[in-house]
């Protein structure tokens, strides 16, 4: 269980020609946004003229997410050419006879994590990661080395301290330093752990894929504009991030509603509910309210899921999430993995 395989464009490539075949045959093949893609898909589109990410995420919404049903079903048995991609074939480098740390944690825990992923989008894990394991995470991550998020969801450049962070007024997240995730040994460890390769392979039907590692400081703020609290991502929304992908949150501080605890509406990633708008109607990015997703969803499917430092969530943000607005002097420190099966912007550069 050891072995990771990571994601490589040529394989994307590869996929993309019976995913096309699949979607010519499909009940969703009328819709514009679709025919737009098959033809891009073919060439008779140069790549420069779309911007493939909204193309991709217009064609989900337009379809009520069975746009991607299709690049699952291409792909599900489908024989990956190993022969041809020795070298992005990874081993954890670690001896049979070593235990990898977050492996005792999560792997008794597996089953249950991805049956209620499958059906609900969501899992919390009842084991926290050891204390030990959180402040050395900590220690390596959380530093004097952020950079704040500015309007237009723009990552400024400038360095600040914590200190600095937590007096600014120009801001309400700040992004820990990627050089760091890099250098975590411990990071890389939870990585190439078997949960996560098993994960992988289980929730993308053996596909390969790749990591993604980003983390913030969220601070509250009394009078925080509307725009400052969608930017943070403490409205409801959802992602497009790949045609299968999910995201692990692990809490490096107590966090509770009052300090950001993060939200999911149960099921939503699954299709949208009849009573959802006209799917024409929706544009490709927005911020829900709770007000029209409580008419849409039934009350107890939001779930809110506090917990203490290392609490581990797993989910597929393709359903309607948030984290919690903060109270003034309150702070949030999460990491955040993303695993997913494909990169749209490979798609412009076809083979």
């Not at 045959?25 to 891009?40: A, E, G, K, N």
């Not at 002097?329 to 955040?336: A, E, G, Q």
Request: hydrophobic share 35%; with cysteine; glycine share 4%.
């Amino acid at each position: 269980m050891s072995s990771l395989v990571t994601y490589t464009p040529e394989l994307q490539y590869s996929q993309i020609h019976k995913f096309v075949s699949s979607l010519q045959d499909s009940s969703i093949s009328s819709l514009p946004s679709v025919q737009r893609f098959i033809r891009f898909s073919r060439g008779e589109l140069p790549p420069q003229s779309i911007n493939i990410h909204e193309l991709i995420r217009r064609a989900w919404i337009d379809s009520n997410k069975k746009f991607f049903e299709y690049w699952h079903l291409s792909s599900r048995n489908q024989s990956l050419p190993f022969n041809n991609i020795s070298n992005y074939i990874y081993t954890s480098v670690r001896r049979r006879t070593e235990v990898n740390r977050f492996d005792q944690t999560l792997l008794p825990e597996f089953t249950s994590c991805l049956k209620s992923v499958v059906k609900n989008g969501f899992y919390k894990f009842d084991s926290l990661i050891p204390e030990n394991i959180v402040n050395t995470l900590k220690d390596t991550i959380i530093n004097d080395d952020l950079t704040p998020e500015l309007p237009g969801q723009i990552r400024g450049t400038a360095s600040y301290t914590r200190e600095q962070c937590l007096s600014n007024s120009d801001s309400i997240r700040f992004f820990y330093s990627k050089l760091l995730f890099r250098s975590s040994r411990l990071l890389t460890e939870f990585i190439y752990s078997d949960f996560i390769c098993s994960l992988a392979s289980a929730y993308f039907c053996s596909r390969p894929f790749m990591v993604y590692t980003t983390g913030w400081l969220s601070k509250g703020k009394s009078n925080a504009t509307r725009e400052e609290i969608d930017q943070a991502a403490q409205q409801f929304h959802f992602d497009v991030d790949a045609f299968k992908f999910l995201k692990i949150f692990i809490y490096l501080s107590d966090v509770d509603a009052d300090s950001g605890a993060h939200q999911f509406y149960s099921g939503s990633h699954l299709a949208f509910p009849s009573s959802f708008p006209p799917l024409q109607s929706i544009p490709n990015y927005f911020r829900a309210p709770q007000e029209t997703l409580s008419r849409l969803y039934p009350s107890n499917s939001l779930q809110t899921l506090a917990g203490r430092q290392g609490t581990i969530i797993v989910e597929d943000t393709s359903g309607f999430h948030r984290g919690l607005p903060l109270l003034p002097d309150k702070t949030r420190d999460v990491l955040i993995i993303q695993l997913k099966d494909s990169h749209f912007s490979d798609l412009t550069q076809r083979k």
